[in-house]
């Protein structure tokens, strides 16, 4: 059979994506021809990796790639989040037009599998690693089911390497890979405990590297950078950056030292360097050794869920690992063994106010952070803050297409959803703009770094950047005054300092901008045509929600 794995895109008039690398990936790599983006969700090469011999499979990412509905296709199968479910169900839907027979899986289809069930043949809830095979052969034996349950947790440690040779593997700025699934943790606006379960299971060490070993064998890298930690020694730029999806790479830290210790080894033998970035909450923060061991095995960037500095917001989100008062010392904590730290926050917490953006701003301020993804509190299917907010009746949009993490699509408890959609608005304006991240990033200079660039291949990447960057503008990805500042930047970020995070904050920010500006004209021209809430309606509103006192003050 012939057989097609389809990562839809984002639909129509959602917003610009923030892990878009359209910008960041052409500036940082020098690829200003190339439509680039962060990577593509895993599931699909593992798919791939797992289908039966005898079939021959292609993976599309609408990303970076168009869907060939003319194709001689066999079978289709789809994946999707949420707010890609519009999108893959008019792929579905086209394809099922055709005749050709449709499967979609992944989280959406998990947690709403009968509204999925109404556009595909067939429908699979949970992780479909072991079940997959059953249903390529059901398939080709024309027995198709309209259901497939995965009965259990896959054992991850007995997957193969994802077939990442089957994928636009020149359009990514990293490769995503795990080295671990679940979560023990069961925040209350998270679907990753519904979908993978609590208990963490664990690919082997030497598992994770062969998956990378296999990665190297797609790309070659001719950059070389300084390894501080070996006397400023010149190596080999690994062929490609790595993004460990797990969930808290440090759930297991015995396992996490390990993995570690096996990819300082694979360096060592190959004379690379490699670079990585991965999830933990904030506690490993607190944690030297672990620290040190993923600063030695080439970790850049340790994504963090801070999510609130408030105690209270917290405690509604069942986020009991943090506490807003360490989160000044672990962010120079991380950045003291010289890697850096990627801040989520969000907003519209249950106990959030009309003024959580500016606490949120002062918090970046303060700290210098760079790296920040700001969230709009959603609601999505099969969370607890789902059931919650549909049985107070607070949900007040079911296009999933607006559920991306950047659109407002239920009513908070202590603001309007209009006050919560002005105050992202300004915290993107305030927080992403070109000048102030700028500043944040040269602040964050003094601290150690283990990748630096010599003076030769950074005068190179000026020059890149630069023809980048104006080549950018003339096809309208970057505004003239923007392109200006960019410029303006360039000799101090490439000459002055021979950090290549630098760098790649330089080329971030002109990313970021962006999306500041796409995100400003579109949430400008949303509030513009809504009307303002009124005191009463929003008195009427905390009290129905059974606040009482304070948050009636606070209104």
Same mark, same amino acid.
Request: overall charge neutral.
């Given at each position: 059979?012939?057989?097609?794995?389809?990562?839809?895109?984002?639909?129509?008039?959602?917003?610009?994506?923030?892990?878009?690398?359209?910008?960041?990936?052409?500036?940082?790599?020098?690829?200003?021809?190339?439509?680039?983006?962060?990577? @593509?969700?895993?599931?699909?090469?593992?798919?791939?990796?797992?289908?039966?011999?005898?079939?021959?499979?292609?993976?599309?990412?609408?990303?970076?790639?168009?869907?060939?509905?003319?194709?001689?296709?066999?079978?289709?199968?789809?994946?999707?989040?949420?707010?890609?479910?519009?999108?893959?169900?008019?792929?579905a839907d086209e394809f099922r037009r055709r005749g050709v027979p449709v499967v979609m899986g992944g989280i959406h289809a998990s947690m709403c599998p009968d509204e999925?069930?109404?556009?595909?043949?067939?429908?699979?809830?949970?992780?479909?690693?072991?079940?997959?095979?059953?249903?390529?052969?059901?398939?080709?034996?024309?027995?198709?089911?309209?259901?497939?349950?995965? =009965?259990?947790?896959?054992?991850?440690?007995?997957?193969?390497?994802?077939?990442?040779?089957?994928?636009?593997?020149?359009?990514?700025?990293?490769?995503?890979?795990?080295?671990?699934?679940?979560?023990?943790?069961?925040? =209350?606006?998270?679907?990753?405990?519904?979908?993978?379960?609590?208990?963490?299971?664990? /690919?082997?060490?030497?598992?994770?590297?062969?998956?990378?070993?296999?990665?190297?064998?797609?790309?070659?890298?001719?950059?070389?950078?300084?390894?501080?930690?070996?006397?400023?020694?010149? /190596?080999?730029?690994?062929?490609?950056?790595?993004?460990?999806?797990?969930?808290?790479?440090?759930?297991?830290?015995?396992?996490?030292?390990?993995?570690?210790?096996?990819?300082?080894?694979?360096?060592?033998?190959?004379?690379?360097?490699?670079?990585?970035?991965?999830?933990?909450?904030?506690?490993?923060?607190?944690?030297?050794?672990?620290?040190?061991?993923?600063?030695?095995?080439?970790?850049?960037?340790?994504?963090?869920?801070?999510?609130?500095?408030?105690?209270?917001?917290?405690?509604?989100?069942?986020?009991?690992?943090?506490?807003?008062?360490?989160?000044?010392? @672990?962010?120079?904590?991380?950045?003291?063994?010289?890697?850096?730290?990627?801040?989520?926050?969000?907003?519209?917490?249950?106990?959030?106010?009309?003024?959580?953006?500016?606490?949120?701003?002062?918090?970046?301020?303060?700290?210098?952070?760079?790296?920040?993804?700001?969230?709009?509190?959603?609601?999505?299917?099969?969370? /607890?803050?789902?059931?919650?907010?549909?049985?107070?009746?607070?949900?007040?949009?079911?296009?999933?297409?607006?559920?991306?993490?950047?659109?407002?699509?239920?009513?908070?408890?202590?603001?309007?959803?209009?006050?919560?959609?002005?105050?992202?608005?300004?915290?993107?304006?305030?927080?992403?703009?070109?000048?102030?991240? @700028?500043?944040?990033?040269?602040?964050?200079?003094?601290?150690?770094?283990?990748?630096?660039?010599? &003076?030769?291949?950074?005068?190179?990447?000026?020059?890149?950047?630069?023809?980048?960057? @104006?080549? /950018?503008?003339?096809?309208?990805?970057?505004?003239?005054?923007?392109?200006?500042?960019?410029?303006?930047?360039?000799?101090?970020?490439? &000459?002055?300092?021979?950090?290549?995070?630098?760098?790649?904050?330089?080329?971030?920010?002109?990313?970021?901008?962006?999306?500041?500006?796409?995100?400003?004209?579109?949430?400008?021209?949303?509030?513009?045509?809504?009307?303002?809430?009124?005191?009463?309606?929003?008195?009427?509103?905390?009290?129905?929600?059974?606040?009482?006192?304070?948050?009636?003050?606070?209104?």
């Open positions: 059979m012939r057989i097609l794995l389809v990562n839809p895109d984002n639909p129509a008039g959602s917003g610009r994506d923030l892990y878009t690398a359209d910008l960041y990936g052409a500036l940082c790599l020098g690829k200003p021809f190339t439509n680039m983006y962060f990577g @593509i969700p895993l599931g699909l090469p593992t798919l791939a990796a797992v289908t039966p011999p005898g079939h021959q499979v292609e993976i599309v990412d609408e990303a970076v790639q168009k869907v060939d509905f003319d194709g001689n296709w066999d079978l289709v199968g789809i994946t999707g989040m949420t707010f890609k479910a519009p999108r893959a169900y008019e792929i999925a069930a109404t556009h595909v043949d067939s429908v699979v809830t949970g992780e479909a690693d072991e079940i997959w095979p059953d249903i390529v052969r059901d398939a080709e034996a024309g027995r198709l089911q309209p259901r497939y349950q995965a =009965e259990s947790a896959p054992d991850i440690s007995r997957l193969p390497a994802p077939r990442y040779d089957l994928t636009a593997q020149d359009h990514y700025l990293m490769f995503y890979l795990q080295t671990t699934r679940g979560c023990p943790h069961n925040c =209350e606006f998270c679907t990753v405990t519904r979908f993978n379960g609590r208990r963490l299971r664990k /690919k082997t060490p030497e598992q994770v590297v062969n998956e990378i070993r296999e990665i190297f064998k797609l790309r070659y890298v001719p950059l070389r950078m300084k390894d501080d930690d070996h006397g400023g020694e010149s /190596k080999r730029c690994a062929p490609a950056a790595f993004f460990f999806t797990d969930d808290n790479f440090a759930g297991s830290r015995s396992h996490a030292l390990a993995v570690c210790k096996a990819l300082e080894k694979l360096q060592d033998e190959e004379g690379i360097l490699m670079s990585w970035f991965t999830q933990v909450t904030c506690k490993v923060g607190d944690d030297d050794e672990l620290l040190e061991a993923m600063r030695a095995a080439g970790c850049r960037c340790l994504f963090m869920g801070f999510e609130s500095v408030s105690e209270e917001t917290l405690k509604t989100m069942n986020k009991s690992m943090n506490s807003p008062e360490d989160y000044d010392r @672990i962010i120079d904590n991380v950045r003291a063994h010289g890697m850096e730290v990627v801040a989520s926050v969000i907003l519209g917490g249950e106990s959030d106010r009309h003024d959580v953006g500016e606490q949120l701003e002062e918090f970046v301020r303060r700290n210098n952070i760079f790296y920040v993804l700001p969230n709009v509190m959603t609601p999505y299917p099969g969370t /607890k803050l789902r059931e919650k907010i549909e049985a107070q009746g607070r949900i007040t949009c079911t296009d999933h297409g607006r559920y991306n993490i950047r659109n407002v699509v239920f009513e908070p408890a202590l603001m309007s959803g209009r006050d919560l959609k002005k105050a992202y608005l300004k915290f993107c304006e305030n927080t992403l703009s070109f000048d102030g991240l @700028i500043e944040r990033a040269w602040a964050t200079r003094k601290y150690p770094r283990r990748h630096r660039v010599s &003076l030769p291949w950074r005068l190179l990447l000026l020059l890149v950047f630069s023809l980048t960057a @104006i080549w /950018k503008t003339l096809t309208s990805k970057i505004t003239p005054a923007a392109l200006l500042k960019a410029l303006r930047a360039v000799p101090r970020f490439t &000459l002055r300092n021979n950090s290549f995070m630098v760098y790649e904050m330089l080329c971030a920010a002109v990313d970021y901008d962006v999306f500041a500006r796409s995100e400003s004209a579109r949430l400008r021209a949303e509030i513009a045509s809504e009307a303002p809430v009124s005191y009463d309606s929003r008195v009427t509103k905390a009290m129905g929600t059974g606040y009482t006192g304070e948050a009636l003050g606070e209104i």
